[in-house]
């Protein structure tokens, strides 16, 4: 049987949780998943380990920078680093990737580098990668709104004839992000259905990091997650969010099959926000400490370390320069963001879309003419 289900066991409970290494370093053997992964190296997997330390050290930096004025708000990833390096690595250069707004290790994977995050959270830019360069979606924060959007461009794919043509290099799927709670948006629907009616090349990956804000996941859905895109005909597997290995495994058969032609598929990556929600959030509110210290031992980052140090893929050498490299990265952050010039504010017209568009062009007007009134009062006071 395919690790992508189709059916629903009687008790939901007996939902299988894939994973390749457990939370203790030790490595599970799965055929399907063990021939998508066989071709990483040692160099590789030392690469995600190093992914993932340089972006927990951006993400702290980040939350630092928050807290120090630099930037308005803050989405940590900590705790999904596993998730989002195995799931970006496993993209191909041409695959499309429809991000949300907490999706750093996705972003760093893709080749954006982190301070091109940062000035959006700033508030002083609406985007600075170019999604087209680097085939990844702005951040999107509308809830669920990833769902149908990769869903219209997968289904372009298919009208441009850059699916299942046995082209490697050409044939093209699409990787839609969102998280638990999103889910439950009526937007995933729509996706699932489309997707399915039309077998679009594209794949839904959730990381469930067990929150959704304050509300829990077992609020959003009575059986796991994974199993709700089944009744679309979408073949779904529930894996180890923690487990890079697992997730790159999983994510790596899922495009594959869906730009072979194949339809989508549905990816349930189970895993923890150890962070708060946002810098504004405080989760000591709702949730018990002693969840985040057993989620602390399911670290991603220490899986794999334990797990190739046992492999002897790497010795402390190799782990010291990570962390070397990733305080590096913390302070050429620091540096760049007091180096971020304010724009002038009418800027924020500019790019809202492609073509002029009447509302932003009547706000605009109406921006100015309130900062006029101002400069007035200004001279009035400097003449009295
Ligand atoms: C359509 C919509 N409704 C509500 C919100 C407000 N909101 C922002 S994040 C969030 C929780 C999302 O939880 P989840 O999908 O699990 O993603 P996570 O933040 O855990 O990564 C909510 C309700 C929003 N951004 N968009
Ligand atoms: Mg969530």
Redesign the pocket.
């Given at each position: 049987m395919s690790v992508f289900r189709t059916t629903i066991p009687q008790n939901a409970e007996d939902e299988p949780l894939v994973r390749l290494i457990a939370p203790d370093g030790t490595r599970t053997p799965h055929e399907e998943l063990d021939a998508a992964v066989a071709h990483l190296t040692g160099e590789d997997l030392r690469r995600y380990y190093r992914d993932m330390v340089m972006i927990r050290a951006a993400d702290l930096e980040a939350t630092s920078l928050q807290r120090q004025g630099q930037l308005g708000l803050w989405?940590s990833a900590l705790g999904q680093e596993g998730a989002q390096i195995g799931a970006g690595h496993a993209a191909r250069t041409q695959d499309y990737l429809v991000p949300?707004y907490?999706e750093h290790g996705i972003a760093w994977a893709r080749g954006i580098e982190p301070w091109r995050l940062l000035d959006v959270w700033r508030g002083i830019a609406h985007g600075s990668y170019d999604p087209y360069e680097l085939r990844t979606h702005p951040y999107m924060?509308?809830?669920?709104a990833q769902a149908p959007q990769a869903v219209g461009y997968a289904m372009g794919l298919q009208r441009d004839g850059l699916v299942g043509t046995g082209d490697d290099e050409s044939d093209t799927a699409v990787l839609a992000l969102?998280?638990?709670?999103?889910s439950s948006?009526g937007e995933v629907s729509e996706g699932f259905t489309f997707a399915a009616s039309f077998q679009a090349p594209c794949v839904f990956f959730t990381?469930n990091?067990q929150?959704?804000?304050s509300v829990p996941t077992s609020v959003q859905s009575r059986v796991p997650l994974a199993q709700r895109s089944r009744g679309w005909g979408i073949p779904s597997v529930r894996i180890d969010g923690n487990d890079v290995l697992a997730v790159y495994g999983a994510v790596r058969l899922a495009l594959d099959a869906a730009r072979r032609g194949e339809g989508p598929r549905y990816i349930e990556a189970l895993t923890y926000?150890m962070a708060a929600?946002t810098t504004s959030d405080d989760p000591t509110r709702y949730r018990h400490s002693t969840e985040e210290e057993e989620w602390a031992a399911k670290d991603p980052i220490d899986r794999l370390r334990t797990y190739l140090e046992a492999q002897d893929e790497i010795d402390e050498a190799f782990v010291t320069r990570c962390d070397e490299e990733g305080h590096d990265l913390a302070m050429a952050l620091h540096h760049q963001i007091h180096a971020m010039a304010d724009p002038d504010p009418i800027e924020m017209f500019r790019n809202v879309y492609a073509d002029p568009h009447p509302l932003v062009e009547a706000e605009r007007e109406e921006f100015v003419q309130f900062r006029a009134q101002f400069e007035d009062e200004t001279t009035t006071g400097e003449e009295r």
């Open positions: 989405a949300t907490r924060l509308v809830l669920g969102f998280g638990d709670g999103s948006e990381q990091n929150w959704a804000i926000r929600h």
